[in-house]
């Protein structure tokens, strides 16, 4: 199991002004790099308040491409992601799971939506180790994270991130805006999570920078 990490922020680390606006931060070129990295995961995943707030196709878009589309997952612990969704309306035509802590809804099962039902950590969302295991089962190893200051967060406090994918861009978004990586928890420097850059480079106007876990 590999879990990579996306981020695609202002150069202090924010992904959003406080109104919530993000698009865009990154410009074209940065954003056609994202597409590439799509296509070379097995499963793109976000948590449910940006699959709410964007209403995201997380589809690999690159003209001409005649590739497989990676699965999409949502971490959705109180199944609310709308049937209106894009996510839930192209699920017939592209995989699509969603990791919850209640019992399958019914309506998203009939829409194409393979719901995954695990257990819930003490703030009742996915537990995210057992989301792993569930998602191997179902032959999803190679997994990109996409969604939200929080998943990535919890994802990295949990010490499941292998990789980084880093796009800044050359803006300042300030205290207000909204963090691209939430809550650590961390109480000693030394338990901090610790990466290796392995490459830099200039995609446009924006920076690309690539980390792995030491």
């Keep these: 199991m590999s879990v990579t990490l996306k981020l695609a922020t202002s150069l202090d680390c924010r992904i959003a002004t406080a109104s919530g606006e993000s698009r865009w931060i ?5 954003r056609a790099a994202s597409h590439e990295l799509r296509a070379a995961h097995d499963a793109v995943l976000v948590g449910i308040d940006t699959a709410l707030a964007d209403d995201p196709e997380l589809t690999v878009r690159i003209p001409g491409y005649e ?13 609310r992601l709308p049937l209106a ?27 194409g939506v393979m719901v995954l039902q695990v257990q819930a950590v003490g703030d009742g969302r996915p537990e995210l180790e057992a989301t792993l295991r569930v998602l191997a089962e ?27 994918e880093w796009f800044r861009a050359p ?6 805006g909204r963090p691209g990586v939430g809550a650590l928890a961390l109480t000693a420097l030394s338990a901090a999570p610790r990466f290796r850059r392995t ?3 200039p995609v446009g106007v924006d920076l690309w920078e690539r980390y792995e876990r030491i």
């Excluded at 894009?86 to 009939?110: I, N, R």
């Excluded at 032959?139 to 949990?158: H, M, P």
């Design 171 to 176: 803006i300042l978004l300030g205290g207000e």
């Design 85 to 111: 969704a894009k996510l839930v309306q192209s699920a017939a035509a592209v995989p699509t799971y969603l990791v919850t802590t209640t019992l399958p809804d019914p309506g998203l099962v009939e829409a």
């Design 138 to 164: 179902h032959g999803l190893n190679n997994i990109l994270v996409e969604g939200g200051g929080q998943v990535a967060g919890s994802f990295l406090r949990c010490g499941l991130v292998r990789k980084m």
């Design 67 to 79: 590739g497989r589309q990676p699965a999409r997952v949502v971490l959705d612990s109180r199944q």
């Design 26 to 30: 990154t410009g074209a070129e940065a």
């Design 199 to 201: 490459e830099v480079r």
